[in-house]
């Protein structure tokens, strides 16, 4: 295995050493906080919303949410144990006010049908997601009616071009829409080397 495919791997799924540094990037990277805290700040978040986060690494944009709600609630769940863990210590004042939690736990591992999220939203997940179809359908399934769905991706490969968000945007949209969300709209954010796109959705 390459070098580059090993970091890649880690920002799939961190662990171990290297893990911990891929969180610390994840937290720090100045294009990183910029895109989770657009991403955040297209949500329209109202302080009593539940809202979850997939794949939500070191807690950097729950912690952004939190300082949105009063009375709501912040979910946050990822695959690896490390990012879990250091979430937790970022929220540790949420958690224990009984205001969030942080699990280990995929998409794939929702309760089907749940429809309890006002709002659910990622950024550079969608990427991993084994079957981007059967995930939007899952995502549509667990908001309320009415809940917006928001998906934001910025291209990390090697030589990433704008075009490769744009076509990542399409896919999002075409998935969104065959699991039936309504009022789709693409939005784009200037960043370096490449922007960032992100697709929100309303459950209909």
């Known amino acids: 295995m390459s070098l580059r495919s090993i970091i890649v791997e880690q920002f799939k799924r961190p662990r171990g050493l290297l893990g911990r540094l891929a969180g610390f ?11 989770n805290e657009w991403t955040v700040s297209l949500l329209a978040l109202e302080p009593s919303h539940r809202v979850l986060e997939i794949g939500c690494g070191p807690g950097f944009a729950l ?19 490390i990012m879990i863990s250091q ?3 970022r929220l540790a004042m949420e958690i224990r006010a009984g205001r969030g ?19 659910i939203f990622s950024s550079n997940v969608v990427q991993f997601l084994p079957d981007i179809d059967v995930g939007f359908r899952k995502i549509y399934d667990c908001l309320i009616n009415r809940g917006v769905a928001a998906t934001t991706y910025q291209p ?10 744009l076509e990542m945007a399409a896919r999002i949209e075409t998935a969104m829409k065959a699991a039936g969300f309504k009022q789709i709209e693409r939005h784009e954010l200037s960043l370096e080397p490449v922007p960032a796109v992100c697709v929100t959705g309303v459950k209909a």
């Open 101 to 119: 939690e942080v699990l280990l736990s995929s998409l794939s591992g929702l309760e089907t049908g749940c429809n309890i999220y006002d709002r």
């Open 63 to 81: 912690k952004a949410c939190a300082t949105k709600l009063s009375g709501g609630y912040i979910v946050g769940i990822d695959h690896s144990e």
């Open 25 to 35: 990037i994840m937290a720090n990277r100045p294009s990183n906080r910029q895109r």
């Open 87 to 89: 979430a937790q210590r």
């Open 156 to 165: 990390r490969s090697k030589n990433p071009a704008r075009r490769n968000a």
